[in-house]
């Protein structure tokens, strides 16, 4: 069995080797997840940019307009420092008038250090549409990793309606 261990061990070097890239060498120091923007993208409009580098508790004071029955994506730009982080998820409960409507837990994997940020862009999704789904809904988010570390908690608001 001590080979198994030694190829499990080799993949796992190779492994990291490719996260880390460039950054092989630089690594020792803490890991650091900075979770810089979420940009909601959805053809038709330009791309709406929440910072998430300042006071995120200011968010959910402005709500972003969405069109109804819009396909959309969201990107997040991020930057990892110190260590590989494993795991990293995007978490999403959305309400609306206080009661449940939507829950995402999404995937986005794991990340080595790098100077420049990742990007992730989530599959296309479709915003609600109907007169009952227009109004005004609350999104508390995270981003949280295989070690149930939360990096970044914040909630934003959008309304839905009839157009942009």
């Known amino acids: 069995s001590s080979g198994i261990n ?3 061990g ?11 890239g460039d950054a092989v060498g630089k690594t020792g120091a803490p890991l650091k997840v900075t979770v810089l923007k979420m940009t909601f993208v959805s053809e038709g409009r330009d791309p709406i940019e929440l910072d998430l580098t300042g006071d995120v508790s200011k968010l959910k004071d402005t ?3 969405i069109k109804e029955g819009c ?3 969201l990107k997040f730009t991020f930057q990892i420092e110190g260590e590989i982080v ?5 978490q999403q409960n959305i309400s609306r008038k206080g009661i449940p409507a939507s829950k995402l837990n ?3 994997g794991s990340f080595g250090p790098r100077d ?6 989530t599959p296309t999704d479709e915003a609600p549409k109907g007169a009952l789904a227009r109004g005004k809904y609350h999104a508390k988010c995270k981003f949280i990793d295989d070690d149930k ?10 309304k839905i309606q009839s157009d942009w």
């Open 116 to 121: 420049e940020p990742h990007e992730f862009i």
């Open 86 to 90: 494993s795991g990293l998820r995007f």
């Open 149 to 158: 570390t939360i990096h970044l908690a914040w909630e934003w608001t959008f």
């Open 6 to 8: 030694a190829e499990y």
């Open 63 to 65: 709500s972003v307009v």
């Open 106 to 108: 999404l995937m986005l």
């Open 10 to 20: 080799e993949a796992l070097v190779k492994y990291k080797q490719a996260l880390l």
């Open 71 to 73: 396909e959309y994506q």
